[in-house]
């Protein structure tokens, strides 16, 4: 009985041995293993060139791996360094996507779906975004210095963001203050909340076809009504 537990004692031993043995020459060393990083490499950006962002974290003369940051932009998400080897880091990047445009009092801002500004537009560059519905409305009290708007006004914004895609692509303009959606033709819709089904939808799309330029119309109780022409 003795001889049986010495023999399985030591076993244990030895394959404690072993793996205290692998700790020590592979694992040991790259806690204290630093090297110096000369050059990165940039991947998953889309938005963000690789030129602006090695400018952005590189240093002139290199610099060791554990010193190596990426200074905070809008547009990264999150990122992941890691040491690729010959002075090489590779940087993996997860960008936010631009999903509308705010209009705001102090100008018009390319904004994620988590209400963040990316980036300023300068006004008469607004035609190089079409295809971004621009989202008026966002008053300066609406976002903090950051550039980050109220959560309460992302949560509205987001209703408009999750329609089908063939209702949210002939949505050209969003009134926030006002619930109106603003479509092709100066067609504008105005709607007691920005919660819409699929069936309201799809009259949405057959008012769009068949309303003159210019018309407006009020959602009420489920009955879409036109006004008057405006003045």
């Given at each position: 009985?003795?001889?049986?537990?010495?023999?399985?004692a030591s076993?244990?031993?030895?394959i404690?041995?072993?793996?205290?043995?692998?700790y020590?020459?592979?694992?040991?060393?790259?806690?204290?293993?630093?090297?110096?990083?000369?050059?990165?490499?940039?991947?998953?950006?889309?938005?963000?060139?690789?030129?602006?962002?090695?400018?952005l974290?590189?240093?002139?003369?290199?610099?060791?791996?554990?010193?190596?940051t990426?200074?905070?932009?809008?547009?990264?998400?999150?990122?992941?360094?890691?040491?690729?080897?010959?002075?090489?880091?590779?940087?993996?990047?997860?960008?936010?996507?631009?999903?509308?445009?705010?209009?705001?009092?102090?100008?018009?801002?390319?904004?994620?779906?988590?209400?963040?500004?990316?980036?300023?537009?300068?006004?008469?560059?607004?035609?190089?975004?079409?295809?971004?519905?621009?989202?008026?409305?966002?008053?300066?009290?609406?976002?903090?210095?950051?550039?980050?708007?109220?959560?309460?006004?992302?949560?509205?914004?987001d209703?408009i963001?999750?329609?089908?895609?063939?209702?949210?692509?002939?949505?050209?303009?969003?009134?926030?203050?006002?619930?109106?959606?603003?479509?092709?033709?100066?067609?504008?819709?105005?709607?007691?909340?920005?919660?819409?089904?699929?069936?309201?939808?799809?009259?949405?799309?057959?008012?769009?076809?068949?309303?003159?330029?210019?018309?407006?119309?009020?959602?009420?109780?489920?009955?879409?009504?036109?006004?008057?022409?405006?003045?």
């Amino acid at each position: 009985m003795n001889e049986q537990f010495r023999a399985r004692a030591s076993l244990v031993l030895l394959i404690f041995g072993f793996v205290i043995l692998i700790y020590v020459v592979r694992i040991l060393p790259s806690l204290f293993y630093d090297p110096v990083v000369y050059n990165l490499d940039v991947s998953g950006n889309t938005f963000l060139t690789t030129q602006y962002v090695k400018n952005l974290v590189m240093p002139i003369g290199g610099v060791k791996l554990s010193n190596l940051t990426v200074p905070y932009d809008p547009f990264i998400r999150s990122y992941a360094l890691k040491y690729i080897g010959n002075g090489t880091a590779e940087l993996i990047l997860k960008e936010r996507n631009p999903q509308f445009i705010s209009s705001t009092s102090l100008g018009y801002f390319l904004t994620s779906s988590e209400g963040i500004f990316l980036a300023e537009i300068p006004k008469d560059d607004l035609y190089k975004f079409t295809g971004l519905m621009i989202v008026f409305g966002i008053d300066s009290f609406n976002f903090n210095k950051n550039g980050i708007i109220n959560p309460v006004l992302v949560s509205e914004i987001d209703k408009i963001l999750s329609y089908p895609v063939w209702l949210k692509n002939q949505i050209l303009e969003t009134d926030i203050k006002t619930n109106t959606l603003y479509f092709a033709k100066g067609i504008s819709i105005r709607f007691q909340n920005l919660s819409i089904d699929q069936n309201e939808g799809k009259v949405i799309l057959s008012m769009i076809g068949s309303s003159s330029i210019g018309s407006r119309y009020i959602l009420i109780d489920n009955n879409f009504i036109k006004l008057p022409p405006a003045f």
